[in-house]
């Protein structure tokens, strides 16, 4: 504090003056003596006040002030060269501030390096290089809440340069992209194209160049950030490059994207008029074959068996060595000519075709068990299909003949689930649970976008049947020791004979009950989850079981020899 008589500089609450005695709380007036000797005196050096006239000899003027006579005494304070020192660093701050403000803001300046000169033609980036795009489309869905990017929010920061402001902006930001595309920093340069762009007319020097050069950056903005699987935004990305200038590049990545993202009609749209109108692209055409069908399985699980046909001979077309397509095809025109007479029950979640009217009671028992399938399954497992599953029964004979499964086999489910009926007409335990099991492996399959490892997807059937491992026993007990591996039964049982499926069953069985015991029946919805996302197996497992697939094979086969060996 200061003291309000004599401002010397005093602790905190003192109550009296150590240079003028008075207590420097309140202003006290000062006797003629005091105020003779202080006539003139100017106040004390740290006020910064040099400019104070001196009174000494000027006639004194009545003060309108109450308090008369009063002085600034006092001596200079220590902190005077820190204060100054303060100050000035404090405006040096506030100036640099602005002038950073100003330059950051202003059209003059790029956030980075612009070339050194500006030549007297604008220089196209080449054709997007062939290597960016991928052989083909990740034909798995984008994961859930992944979030689109603007181009601002991937532009970067870099240095801020001084530059010729006699050189017009959109020259200064076309030369910016340039720097940054050829740096791979393909976020900046599409940003600065499009500042370029934005800031050039039709009529300006390099317009088009602009504009293609805009649209470069783009595509391989999109195929950077198809490479890290958000399809979404890399779509987006495709879409604007196309929008500007298109070219086999864009085309083919909005096509991928389309097919990654499950749109395969837009796909089909897209990859078709890139094999018109650019030239043939071997990888194009397996892509489009395989948008062909995925396509056809749709239609397919829609029991839309005729268009089914069509789009799977539309993927023979494009490579007839394909055996699989040919075997598959074979398989859906049998399919097609047996189901050619047979009726059908469509709801919002089932369609049940069986054959003839007289199974009409049949068919009706079976959308009755499918129904309680969906509520008890969905909520084991919190998931309800938000597309109809479709279901066909067949007569025994005709089961087998259009299925051509093994004789152990009793259903089965390949997109749609079939059933060998043999004149049902009412609710039984064992057409429940047949029914219970199928309807698994139709939501298994949509989870997992039809990735899931058989062990999984059979072990999951059976348990929600309500199967247990105990009903296996038997056969647990004489295959303990044997070392069977999960690795082993990841593929198709069909090959099976009824022994080996058996073993297969149980194994299956004793796996998945063993992960739900352990860690929950959502970890198994997660595995599939992961896997539906792209992963591999031993990825989603590592991912949801926090072990490796190995650990997890080896303490399950622990657990087995302990219970089964002794």
Same mark, same amino acid.
């Given at each position: 504090m200061f003291c309000k008589n004599c401002w010397a500089n005093l602790p905190d609450d003192t109550e009296q003056c150590s240079k003028c005695g008075l207590d420097p709380? $309140? $202003? *006290?007036e000062a006797d003629a003596h005091d105020s003779e000797d202080s006539q003139g005196q100017a106040p004390p050096a740290w006020l910064g006040n040099t400019s104070v006239p001196d009174t000494s000899k000027t006639p004194e003027?009545?003060? !309108?002030?109450? $308090?008369?006579?009063?002085t600034l005494q006092g001596e200079p304070s220590r902190k005077d060269p820190v204060v100054r020192i303060v100050f000035v660093v404090a405006m040096l701050i506030v100036i640099g501030g602005g002038v950073y403000h100003y330059k950051t803001t202003s059209k003059e300046l790029s956030l980075v390096e612009l070339a050194d000169s500006v030549g007297p033609e604008f220089a196209r980036i080449e054709s997007v290089a062939a290597d960016l795009a991928p052989a083909g489309p990740v034909l798995v869905p984008q994961g859930a809440g992944l979030a689109e990017q603007s181009l601002v929010q991937l532009a970067s920061s870099g240095p801020v340069v001084k530059v010729d402001t006699d050189i017009p902006g959109y020259v200064r930001d076309f030369n910016a992209g340039s720097k940054a595309f050829k740096a791979g920093n393909y976020a900046d340069a599409a940003f600065y194209y499009k500042e370029a762009y934005k800031a050039a007319s039709p009529e300006d020097k390099g317009f088009e160049t602009i504009k293609i050069n805009l649209a470069r950056s783009l595509t391989a903005l999109g195929w950077?950030?198809? &490479?890290?699987?958000?399809?979404?935004?890399? %779509?987006?990305?495709? #879409? #604007?490059?196309? #929008? *500007?200038?298109?070219e086999d590049s864009? /085309?083919?990545?909005y096509g991928y994207s389309q097919a990654s993202l499950e749109d395969y009609a837009g796909a089909v749209d897209s990859l078709t008029r890139l094999l018109k109108e650019y030239a043939p692209d071997v990888d194009v055409k397996k892509t489009l074959k395989q948008v062909y069908v995925r396509l056809a399985d749709q239609e397919l699980s829609g029991s839309r068996t005729a268009s089914s046909v069509r789009l799977m001979q539309q993927a023979q077309a494009l490579d007839p060595d394909d055996e699989n397509i040919s075997s598959r095809l074979k398989a859906l025109k049998r399919e097609s000519d047996h189901e050619a007479g047979f009726s059908e029950r469509r709801g919002s979640r089932f369609n049940?075709?069986?054959?003839g009217g007289e199974n009409a009671v049949t068919g009706n028992v079976i959308a009755i068990l499918l129904e309680a399938a969906y509520?008890?399954?969905?909520?084991?497992?919190?998931?309800?299909?938000? @597309?109809?599953? +479709?279901?066909? /029964?067949? +007569? %025994?004979? &005709?089961? !087998?003949?259009?299925?051509?499964?093994?004789?152990w086999a009793g259903a089965l489910y390949d997109g749609r689930i079939k059933i060998p009926t043999g004149g049902i007409t009412e609710k039984t335990s064992k057409l429940e649970a047949v029914l219970f099991h199928e309807y698994t492996h139709?939501? $298994? *399959?949509?989870?997992?976008?039809? !990735?899931?490892? @058989?062990? /999984?997807? =059979?072990?999951?059937?059976?348990y929600l049947e309500n199967k247990r491992e105990a009903d296996y026993s038997r056969i647990l007990t004489s295959t303990a020791g044997d070392g069977v591996r999960l690795s082993h039964l =990841?593929?198709?049982f069909m090959g099976m004979d009824t022994n080996s499926a058996a073993l297969a069953y149980s194994v299956s069985l004793s796996a998945t009950e063993y992960i739900i015991r352990e860690y929950g029946i959502y970890a198994c919805k997660r595995i599939l989850e992961e896997l539906g996302s792209g992963r591999t197996l031993a990825q989603a497992v590592s991912s949801v079981l926090f072990i490796s697939y190995d650990e997890l094979q080896d303490s399950w086969q622990r657990y087995l020899k302990r219970k089964y060996s002794d």
């Open positions: 709380r $309140v $202003v *006290h003027k009545p003060s !309108r002030c109450p $308090v008369k006579n009063i950077k950030i198809y &490479g890290e699987r958000d399809f979404q935004s890399a %779509k987006d990305y495709f #879409e #604007e490059a196309n #929008e *500007h200038y298109m864009s /085309l083919k990545g049940v075709k069986f054959e509520q008890v399954i969905g909520t084991e497992l919190s998931y309800y299909p938000d @597309t109809p599953i +479709s279901a066909v /029964l067949y +007569s %025994k004979e &005709g089961f !087998r003949d259009v299925t051509r499964s093994p004789a139709a939501v $298994v *399959h949509r989870i997992a976008k039809g !990735r899931a490892p @058989t062990w /999984l997807n =059979e072990g999951l059937a059976q =990841e593929g198709s």
